[in-house]
């Protein structure tokens, strides 16, 4: 078992990252990848949506950045140097991955789904989430549209809030409030979050782990735990398993974003 006496840096039994969106503009890329640079883990998943092949596949390869190629070289070296096991579960924003599922290299799988034994005694069905998700499975237009109207609105919160910095106002995610309204309706007449709790019962887990709708959470649904990880996008946030069993949500916060700090740093907080 790991000692953490012997090391200062965060030391995680299992990170959970999701919806990066890597090959949009949008991404919070240095962010993401800042943060894993700053800890390390046994097993890192990451829960879909890592690489945005629906923008890509628009605007080619001119969107890949150097820092992007920066984030798979720190991945990279966690599992060189720390022996981290890399769990890649396919999202919908990258089902190109779908030809290549299942695929293990070294200590790297790709794959749909993952079942994880949690130190808390729970077993935990880990998928993206969009497979459940009536607009992802049955109309992938509207779920195109969505997207576009999404990006649209990340644009018009970019100018938003250059006005309220000018005023000297805090940070407001306009489109990260707008989404999550329409999330929510989405959610209700598929029955999202209620779907999920029903096939990890049936697939006999005691929790779910999902991304997809860019919303953090932990909380019970019947006797279903229910983790979200959340997005790099506007949430920047992680879910993290400590060797005693613990699942948090981790925030990681920037001046630009809050307003008020200097720097950034890594929070635990509650849903």
């Known amino acids: 078992m790991y000692d953490s006496s012997k090391n200062l840096r965060p030391h995680y ?56 190629t920066r984030f798979f070289k720190v991945i990279m070296k966690m599992m060189e140097k720390h022996d981290t096991e890399i769990i890649y579960v396919r999202g919908n924003h990258d089902d190109f991955l779908d030809t290549l599922t299942p695929l293990k290299m070294g200590c790297m799988k790709i794959v749909k789904e993952y079942f994880l034994e949690g130190l808390d005694g729970n077993r935990y069905l880990v998928v993206h989430g969009d497979i459940f998700d009536r607009v992802c499975t049955h109309m992938k237009w509207l779920a195109l549209l969505g997207d576009a109207g999404y990006t649209a609105l990340l644009w018009l919160n970019s100018l938003y809030n250059r006005w309220r910095c000018y005023r000297h106002k805090p940070y407001y995610s306009l489109s990260q409030a707008i989404k999550q309204k329409v999330k929510n309706a989405v959610s209700y007449i598929s029955d999202f979050e209620q779907v999920l709790a029903s096939v990890a019962r049936e697939r006999l887990c005691q929790g779910i782990i999902c991304g997809h709708i860019h919303h953090p959470d932990d909380r019970m649904i019947g006797s279903i735990r229910y983790l979200n990880s959340g997005d790099w996008v506007e949430t920047l946030s992680a879910l993290t398993e400590d060797y005693q069993g613990n699942w948090n949500i981790q925030r990681y916060y920037s001046a630009g974003q809050t307003g008020t700090h200097t720097g950034s740093q890594l929070k635990n907080v509650v849903s």
């Open 13 to 68: 039994r299992t990170i959970v990252l999701s919806d990066i969106h890597l090959g949009t503009k949008h991404a919070k890329v240095n962010e993401v990848t800042d943060y894993l640079s700053s800890v390390d883990c046994d097993r890192l998943i990451l829960n879909g949506d890592i690489i945005d092949g629906w923008h890509l596949q628009k605007s080619g390869i001119k969107k890949w950045r150097p820092e992007h």
